[in-house]
């Protein structure tokens, strides 16, 4: 069994910073990549960020300067910093990993439970 349990949502006023955390536990061989998305009300999911375990991150174009997106990977977790936060930030976010399970050689998809962020003054 896998699981990703996201912390650091919140309410934060426009211009703050947030801090997200996603770790990921089970019977975990290796983790070839680790994302966020987000939700807004209304919209699609969309990617905000995605980290390689060989390093590479990539963002989305609303996102770049702002966020930066980190792992560690000998604690399974991903990070997503937020500074600059704007209204249109507001959403929830969902940690997304791509997962080989032990004893097993094909990967699987799994999703955080989502953590609301809200940007507000």
């Known amino acids: 069994q896998v699981q990703l349990v996201e912390s650091g949502g919140g309410l934060v006023q426009p211009g703050g910073s947030l801090r997200l955390s996603c770790a990921a536990s089970?019977?975990?061989?290796?983790?070839?990549?680790m994302d966020w998305y987000r939700q807004a009300p209304g919209k699609q999911r969309e990617l905000v960020a995605s980290?390689?375990?060989?390093?590479?991150?990539n963002y989305a174009d609303s996102v770049k300067g702002r966020f930066t997106i980190s792992r560690d990977n000998a604690k399974n977790t991903v990070y997503l910093q937020m500074n600059s936060l704007k209204p249109e930030d507001t959403a929830v976010y969902y940690c997304?990993?791509?997962?080989?399970?032990?004893?097993?050689?094909?990967?699987?998809?799994?999703w955080g439970q989502g953590t609301q962020v809200t940007v507000s003054s």
């Open positions: 997304h990993a791509v997962i080989v399970r032990v004893g097993e050689s094909q990967f699987a998809h799994y």
């Open positions: 089970g019977n975990i061989f290796r983790i070839p990549a």
């Open positions: 980290a390689t375990s060989g390093g590479s991150v």
